[in-house]
């Protein structure tokens, strides 16, 4: 079947065959296939599901379909649907995660602490796809590692609240962080689960490109 190349990415190499994506794997894609799974087995089908590996090696995704979040960023990325959806989808794949926490699994990325999930790591609109103005899933697993669940909340808000210089769109950033923060939590209480986003751990984010956000960054109460 035809291979045709999927730009966009930043680091890997990903082709679309039919209705899967292929990419080159890495150490950690075992790992990365056992979230993808814990999560698909959890309900949480917003995210590829892992099919093994093609005779050339390279790991085998299942495709989402709709566009995805890609520069130039489409007007209506900045909709109160798409921090809902977003935001509903990250606390998911969060408490979905939480069976492997403290499993002996090789990461790309560093572990961070407080490890209270297994984290994305790079949760942003050019890792999701967008459809009929929903953001309907998340993918590009490759850089995830335990860690605290603010520092995903941290970097989507960076990039769709947005905090992030490129975002190019008028700021109204301190109402969007709190209304994606309070989706972030509520979906948990709904679900019975109690969010603890502890403000000290807003400290780790030294040295990335989010932590020039959080100084300014006030948990809204309760
Ligand atoms: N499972 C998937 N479903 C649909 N498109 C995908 C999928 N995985 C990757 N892509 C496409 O391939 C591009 C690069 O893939 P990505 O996994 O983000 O790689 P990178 O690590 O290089 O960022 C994405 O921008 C997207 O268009
Ligand atoms: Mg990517």
Same mark, same amino acid.
């Given at each position: 079947? #035809?291979? &045709? !190349?999927? $730009?966009?990415? =930043?680091?890997?190499?990903?082709?679309?065959?039919?209705?899967? !994506?292929?990419? @080159?794997?890495?150490?950690?894609?075992?790992?990365?296939?056992? @979230?993808?799974?814990?999560?698909? +087995?959890?309900?949480?089908?917003?995210?590829?599901?892992?099919? /093994?590996? *093609?005779? &050339?090696?390279?790991?085998?995704?299942?495709?989402?379909?709709?566009?995805?979040?890609?520069?130039?960023?489409?007007?209506? %990325?900045?909709?109160?649907?798409?921090?809902? *959806?977003?935001?509903?989808?990250?606390?998911?794949? =969060? *408490?979905? $995660?939480?069976?492997?926490?403290? &499993?002996?699994?090789?990461? $790309?990325?560093?572990?961070?602490?407080?490890?209270?999930?297994?984290?994305?790591?790079? !949760?942003?609109?050019?890792?999701?796809?967008?459809?009929?103005?929903?953001?309907?899933?998340?993918?590009?697993?490759?850089?995830?590692?335990?860690?605290?669940?603010?520092?995903?909340?941290?970097?989507?808000?960076?990039? %769709?609240?947005?905090?992030?210089?490129?975002?190019?769109?008028? #700021?109204?950033? *301190?109402?969007?962080?709190?209304?994606?923060? +309070?989706?972030?939590?509520?979906?948990?209480?709904?679900?019975?689960?109690?969010?603890?986003?502890?403000?000290?751990?807003?400290?780790?984010? /030294?040295? %990335?490109?989010?932590?020039?956000?959080?100084?300014?960054?006030?948990?809204?109460?309760?």
């Amino acid at each position: 079947m #035809k291979e &045709q !190349v999927l $730009s966009g990415g =930043h680091s890997n190499t990903v082709v679309r065959v039919g209705e899967t !994506v292929h990419r @080159l794997p890495g150490p950690w894609t075992p790992a990365v296939h056992e @979230l993808l799974s814990t999560l698909h +087995r959890a309900g949480v089908h917003e995210v590829p599901e892992p099919l /093994g590996f *093609d005779d &050339q090696g390279r790991e085998v995704l299942s495709f989402m379909t709709g566009d995805v979040g890609n520069y130039p960023l489409p007007d209506w %990325l900045w909709e109160p649907q798409i921090l809902q *959806d977003a935001g509903e989808l990250l606390r998911r794949v =969060h *408490d979905a $995660s939480v069976p492997l926490v403290g &499993q002996d699994l090789t990461w $790309s990325s560093p572990s961070r602490e407080p490890i209270e999930v297994i984290c994305h790591n790079d !949760v942003a609109p050019y890792n999701m796809t967008l459809v009929d103005g929903h953001a309907a899933s998340l993918f590009d697993f490759d850089t995830a590692s335990p860690g605290p669940r603010i520092w995903d909340l941290a970097y989507l808000a960076y990039r %769709l609240a947005p905090l992030a210089e490129d975002a190019k769109v008028e #700021k109204t950033t *301190d109402w969007r962080l709190a209304v994606l923060t +309070r989706i972030v939590v509520d979906v948990g209480e709904a679900s019975g689960v109690e969010l603890e986003l502890s403000s000290s751990s807003t400290d780790s984010h /030294g040295g %990335l490109s989010c932590p020039t956000v959080m100084p300014g960054w006030r948990l809204p109460a309760g």
